[in-house]
Each structure stands twice: as C-alpha cells, then as structure tokens.
C-alpha cells in the first residue's frame, strides 16, 4: 500500500487566493483527519470524518476553512481566502478505526504570502 | 484537564546510550497513550502505545512506562542510534481526538 497521499507537497500562494489541498486515504481505512501543525500551536485537529461524514469540524479556525469528503478515498481541504497565518504543514491521516493507530501522510507546506 | 505536558522540550543522548522523555496527564478517562515519531518533512508515525491497564510495554529498543496513580507516562529508547533522532510526541485520548504533547526533539550524538 502506497500509505497516505497528500498533495501538493509544498503549495506557495498570495494572501487572498483559494487554496485546496487534497488527500488519499488508505484503501479500507474508515477515519479520515485532517491536521494542521505550527511551532506555535503545534498539531492541531482540524475535522475528523468518519466513513465519509464529518463528525467533528470544532478545530476549523474559522469559515474561510472547509473540508469535503465525496467518497472513501477521497478528502479536499479548502482555504478561502488564504491569509499569512494560514502558513503551516497539513497533514491528512487515516485510520481502521477512530483512534487507534493513525497513518499520517507527508503533509503539505502552505507558505501564503 | 485536556492537557498532557511533555519534557523535556529538546534532548542530546550519545549513542548506545538511553533517551527519555516525559508525560503527564489531568483527564482520568484517557484510556489509550500513544507514542508518535516524526522525521522531518515526514508526517508523524505510530512507534508504540499503551493502554492503563498495564504499566509496561515493550517493543525491541522501545519501551513505554505507565504510572496510572501519578498520571504520568514515559517512553523510554535503549541503545539510542543516530537514526532515532527525530521528534518525539505523546499523545493521549478517550475518543477519536488525540490530545498532543508539544514534542521532544531528539539529537543522538554519534
């Protein structure tokens, strides 16, 4: 299995623009996250989707923030419009079930200028 | 009461010898601890769990000590290697969301 997959792996953009980061989950896995990690804040959950329904959104900073998960082995992470504090690696993981054992994928750098 | 506090923040070992690394919980109804790894540009990595029923858990060079009465849990990395340096998180939770610890940096010194 080719683990979790995150695209783009570095994303450069202007304060402003939409941004969408997209994730594969592992084939079979249930649970879906998204995460945010900064210096400052550290890892931060985001949304939790579990087989394809959002359970939990509490973690998205704000409306500019939101995440869509069409089908199982797909999730889309949006960002409308970016702005510099936006700035952090995302990270998508998945799991077989809830918490136990999470598979992180190698995130993606946003940088927002 | 949702925190777990890690320690120390940053940590040089020499090789062969043992890291460790500190955790301390409030929230009595976390019932599973895990131990993430991450390298960078890499995201983070299971490396070892525990649940509070036992004390102890082994895993090779890797062993996770649990304390449920002080509400502190350590990991503990025998015969420290040059390719163990990376960042160490500890986490803790009840439900699907993962409370994080801040983070260890390791360096193991050759």
């Known amino acids: 299995d080719a683990g979790v997959i995150q695209s783009p792996r570095h994303e450069v953009t202007e304060m402003g623009q939409e941004v969408t980061l997209r994730c594969k989950p592992i084939?079979?896995?249930?649970?879906l996250f998204w995460y945010r990690q900064t210096m400052m804040r550290g890892l931060e959950l985001l949304i939790y989707?579990?087989?394809?329904?959002?359970?939990?959104d509490s973690g998205m900073p704000e409306d500019r923030f939101s995440a869509k998960m069409p089908n199982a082995s797909f999730s889309t992470l949006k960002i409308q419009p970016s702005e510099p504090r936006d700035s952090a690696v995302y990270f998508c993981?998945?799991?077989?079930?809830?918490?136990?054992?999470?598979?992180f994928g190698s995130g993606t750098q946003l940088s927002v200028l | 009461q949702q925190q777990v506090k890690q320690s120390p923040q940053s940590l040089i070992v020499q090789k062969g010898g043992i890291s460790i690394i500190n955790c301390a919980y409030e929230?009595?109804?976390?019932?599973?601890f895990p131990w993430y790894q991450q390298f960078p540009g890499k995201g983070p990595a299971l490396l070892i769990a525990i649940r509070p029923d036992v004390s102890e858990k082994k895993e090779g060079r890797f062993t996770i000590s649990f304390n449920k009465s002080a509400k502190q849990f350590s990991l503990h990395i025998m015969d420290s290697q040059p390719g163990d340096s990376a960042t160490y998180f500890c986490a803790a939770t009840s439900n699907y969301q993962l409370i994080w610890g801040a983070g260890t940096k390791l360096i193991i010194k050759p």
């Open positions: 929230n009595t109804a976390f019932d599973y």
């Open positions: 993981a998945s799991s077989a079930g809830g918490k136990e054992k999470l598979f």
């Open positions: 084939s079979g896995h249930n649970s």
């Open positions: 989707f579990n087989n394809n329904v959002p359970i939990d």
